[in-house]
């Protein structure tokens, strides 16, 4: 186990680095903005006839700072507040808080994404195998062919090229916000019928984005573990097929979880794209609105929730790889 | 009565665990489908170690995946049959009952530098999965037996069968090949390469042990190999392939001190360089055929033959019997072949 | 002494990239129809963007009378917002397009085999830095990063758009070259050309980088579909500020002005991008077949 441990500590580490980059490089960003946003704020409170201590009080909660501290101080009582989960206030979203802006936004970019990557796990995984069994004949070629193309093709093209042939041209499916905003949500038929055929389209992306990249993968991995020779090896010994088809399948799943994390760092970031196109209102959409409105605690936020999501997916990548893999574990 | 020819050839075949008669495997290329073994014609007399010489691409191991029918896929056994006691004609085999003979009564060993275990199971796993694979009923049985075989080895069985692939050293994960090759009782055991890729001190220990296994087990055995040095080492017999072709078979002792095809006495002549007798060192001139560039015409050794004469462009020589028990492939006189090689 | 040891060092390493010669590329491509036409694509737009410019100089012409007119014989693939040409914009735009992801290309590869060179060929400490660095880029979300950064910094002119890219995607081309030049001191050939007294950039450049060119060129044809996605997905969202016509900016005019999500007015306007980078694509993914048989010999047949 002490190899394993070793590992994960490495990825979590890593992680955490990465996630206080991230943090620092906002933290300064928003100092680098042309006219300090925080400074801004100040003044528009003070001419408002607030008086200056609770503007700066009130810009503080916004920020998670003043400008009229040293910027170290500044910086340490931004960190301070970041350790406590507290990410500022919005300014587009009056007075809320940051984090519950996102966590109002997560649900609707973590459901498509998980559900778009099971699907395209399962399908892309599929026609991996096959692929790689019928790669020299003309299906093969072109299944992976048609996983090379798919990984290539940017997202936002396979996003306007969906909705354009399911809603434009063929008026299947709908798309624009999660659900019929006519509806009641709650537990009712038609208001989930109507979420579903909704996230039909984001899903459909997110699952063609990340298809090529399993095929490709498995189909080469595959490949591979059809010419190792415990395969032949096994066969020699009398092996019952059924059991030899266990041995390929669990050897060449392995390589898959790089993809794993790949995928979804993938996804997470053409979220951005993909919730634009089909106005969805999840994180990527947040972070692109919090951008137009200037709302720059929200802008944060949302980049920083949406790294903490990748270095989740590494280290869950990892975990699960470790699980499978003996020469990882011992 | 009156063919008493006939009659010593029935007996020979009689005495021989694994026969082999006129054996074709052809492979498919752009070329074409194209021999890898041509009409090979052996026998592994029961209870003797056989060594199957040649350079790589000479389809020895061929000719070894063929006593399993498994060709794989570009290939298939044409023509030819193999018969092994007790099982019939193994190319006549096929889906459960072909799966059956593998492993039961041929047992097949991998070279020690191929990984043939699966990497993600342990050994005692993969035993279960080998008795499932075979109904065996009584599966501590089976697991008691692979751990005498492996104590028998020199290695800690229970250890062994509590161990993943990457856990083992080469040396050992060898012997755990030739533990789970024997550990269903099969009577023929086929060994490619055994020592490839072994350091010199291992080499010596597998061999030992292949030596021990085969005399306590009772087993007929095939050592595939390109090193004369482990055919001298532990080989009763010898035979010697070329091109797809077996081109000069007998006892090992005799073959070694008298070779009768020129191919034979190049290999030995080329093997001497390594005990440092220099002088009569002959490296073989050109390279070893593929199944594309072996002659299709005459003598497959004829581009690289010392002694090649006209006819050995028209006509292939047959594998004939010279002198007792032994056979060669060559149109050359015996006498010269021999001499040539000496002085050259 | 010298010039026999050189010979033997040149010798020690595998003769691949003086037998890529020009017929041995031409037989490999020729091989495959597929592989022609992805040729056949690439040389097709790069004539576009060379060639775009001269072919319709100055500015756009703007026609009020006919705004999104369909497809027609004076407007072949229609017309948009403004009633200019959209093919007119979709020439003139390749040259942005594909100057800028070029650009980025060719840094990604300074950057990509510099670092991945020197992390393979020191290891060590200066491998695991580089390789965290490496780790880094690789998991950081590359697109809302850019987002992100648009806020301080529009770069939208070529030169500053590329190396904002370049910066952002250099981390799969310096994995491949670090792999590449592990394998390649695996097999001997450093030790062999270092146990023969040369100079360490004489082992790099004229040993080491022939033999890992291959894979460079095919990571950065790679790469570049993936650059062209997001410059024109920076200018799709709107993002960066519009300063000349290229695609991203006619597809955001399409989708967020002209509503050709809705009415299939503007529909010439919004495929007209779409189909130029899908077959942009199809190009490279057809194309890099070739490429790969040609660096993989294995993959070669026998001819």
Not at chain 1, 1 to 16: F, H, W
Not at chain 1, 302 to 317: C, E, K, P, R, S
Not at chain 3, 200 to 227: C, D, W
Request: hydrophobic residues 45%; proline residues 5%.
């Amino acid at each position: 186990m002490k190899g394993l441990t070793r590992r994960l500590l490495v990825r979590l580490g890593t992680g955490l680095v990465m996630v206080w980059v991230v943090a620092t490089f906002t933290f300064f960003l928003v100092h680098a903005l042309p006219g300090n946003p925080g400074d801004a704020q100040y003044e528009q409170y003070l001419t408002q006839g607030m008086a200056p201590e609770t503007a700066r009080a009130k810009v503080a909660v916004i920020y998670g700072f003043t400008s009229h501290e040293p910027l170290l101080q500044q910086y340490t009582s931004y960190m301070w507040q970041l350790l406590q989960g507290n990410l500022g206030v919005s300014i587009s979203y009056t007075g809320e808080p940051v984090v519950q802006v996102i966590r109002a936004a997560l649900p609707w970019t973590l459901f498509p994404v998980l559900t778009g990557l099971v699907v395209s796990f399962l399908v892309g995984v599929t026609a991996g195998v096959v692929a790689a069994v019928r790669r020299s004949s003309r299906w093969g070629g072109l299944l992976s062919l048609s996983g090379s193309l798919v990984a290539g093709v940017p997202s936002f093209v396979l996003a306007l090229l969906l909705a354009f042939l399911f809603h434009t041209l063929w008026q299947i499916l709908p798309f624009g916000d999660t659900s019929d905003v006519t509806l009641e949500p709650g537990f009712n038929g038609p208001y989930i019928a109507s979420v579903i055929s909704h996230a039909v389209l984001p899903v459909a992306t997110y699952a063609l984005l990340s298809y090529g990249g399993w095929l490709l993968a498995m189909k080469s991995s595959v490949v591979s573990v059809l010419g190792d020779d415990f395969i032949l090896a096994s066969e020699l010994r009398g092996i019952t097929p059924l059991t030899r088809m266990r041995y390929i399948a669990r050897n060449a799943i392995l390589p898959l979880f790089t993809v794993l994390a790949l995928s979804l760092g993938f996804m997470f970031g053409g979220s951005v794209l993909i919730e634009d196109i089909f106005d969805y209102p999840g994180l990527g959409n947040l972070l692109l609105k919090s951008i137009g409105a200037r709302d720059y605690p929200l802008m944060g936020g949302a980049f920083l929730l949406i790294t903490v999501a990748i270095v989740l997916a590494n280290i869950l990548a990892e975990l699960l790889y470790s699980v499978i893999d003996p020469r990882v574990r011992r | 009565m009156t063919d008493t020819v006939q009659l010593t050839a029935e007996r020979a075949e009689a005495a021989a665990e694994v026969s082999v008669r006129d054996l074709t495997v052809l492979y498919r290329t752009d070329q074409g489908e194209l021999p890898a073994v041509a009409h090979a014609d052996i026998d592994l007399p029961t209870g003797t170690i056989t060594g199957l010489v040649g350079e790589s691409g000479s389809g020895k191991s061929t000719l070894a995946l063929s006593l399993m029918n498994a060709i794989p896929a570009p290939g298939r056994i044409s023509s030819g049959s193999i018969q092994v006691n007790g099982v019939g004609d193994v190319t006549r085999l096929e889906g459960r009952a072909l799966r059956r003979v593998r492993g039961r009564a041929l047992g097949y060993v991998f070279q020690a530098s191929q990984n043939s275990l699966n990497p993600l199971k342990t050994v005692g796993k993969q035993l279960l999965d080998l008795g499932r694979a075979h109904d065996v009923q009584d599966m501590r049985g089976l697991v008691r037996r692979a751990r005498e075989l492996a104590d028998e080895m020199g290695m800690d069985g229970a250890r062994v069968l509590d161990s993943y692939q990457h856990e083992l050293s080469g040396g050992m994960r060898q012997r755990v090949g030739i533990v789970l090759a024997l550990v269903l009782n099969a009577r023929v055991l086929i060994l490619d390469e055994p020592t490839t890729a072994l350091d010199m001190l291992s080499q010596a220990a597998v061999l030992e042990i292949v030596r021990k296994v085969h005399r306590q087990e009772g087993l007929t055995t095939l050592v595939v190999t390109h090193d004369m040095g482990v055919v001298s080492e532990i080989a009763d017999r010898l035979a010697v392939m070329y091109g797809g072709r077996i081109v000069e078979d007998g006892p090992a002792t005799e073959v070694l001190q008298r070779p009768a095809h020129p191919y034979t006495r190049a290999l030995i002549g080329a093997t001497a360089r390594i005990t440092g007798d220099t002088d009569t060192a002959r490296a073989l001139p050109g390279r070893p055929p593929d199944l594309t560039t072996v002659p299709r015409t005459g003598c497959v050794f004829r581009e690289r033959c010392p002694l090649a004469m006209d006819v050995c462009a028209e006509t292939e020589p047959q594998l004939l019997t010279w002198a007792p028990d032994r056979r060669r492939a060559c149109h050359a006189d015996p006498a010269t072949t021999a001499a040539t090689g000496e002085g050259a | 002494m010298t010039a026999p040891t050189l010979g033997a060092a040149t010798a020690a390493v595998p003769p691949r990239r003086r037998s890529t010669s020009w017929t041995a590329a031409r037989r490999v491509v020729l091989r495959k129809p597929g592989r022609v036409i992805g040729l056949g694509i690439l040389v097709f737009f790069a004539l576009m963007a060379i060639l775009g410019p001269y072919l319709y100089p100055g500015q756009l012409a703007v026609d009020p009378e006919s705004i999104y007119a369909p497809p027609s014989g004076a407007h072949w693939l229609g017309t948009d917002f403004a009633g200019s040409d959209v093919l007119q914009e979709i020439v003139v735009g390749a040259r942005y397009v594909l100057l800028t992801a070029s650009l980025s290309a060719l840094f990604t590869a300074v950057v990509g085999t510099g670092v991945g060179l020197v992390a393979g060929y020191h290891r060590g400490l200066a491998d695991s830095v580089l390789m965290r660095a490496t780790d880094f880029i690789l998991t950081i979300p590359a697109f809302p990063l850019l987002i992100v950064l648009s806020t301080v910094w529009s770069f939208a002119n070529p030169l500053e758009m590329s190396l904002v890219l370049g910066l952002t995607g250099w981390g799969g081309v310096a994995r491949a070259v670090r792999s590449q030049t592990l394998s390649l001191r695996e097999r001997g050939f450093l030790e062999a050309a270092r146990g023969l007294g040369l100079p360490t950039r004489h082992i790099i450049v004229k040993e080491l980088l022939p033999n890992i060119a291959p894979y460079v060129a095919m990571q950065l044809l790679l790469s570049v579909i993936g650059f062209i996605g997001a410059e024109v997905g920076l200018f799709f969202l709107g993002v960066v500020p519009f300063s000349s016509s290229n695609w991203g900016v006619m597809l955001n005019q399409a989708v967020f002005a002209g509503g050709a999500m809705n009415s299939p007015e503007a529909l010439g306007y919004l495929l007209a991008p779409l189909v130029c980078i899908l077959l942009l694509t199809l190009g490279v993914v057809l194309f890099l077949d070739a490429v790969d048989e040609l660096f993989n010999p294995r993959l070669r047949e026998r001819s």
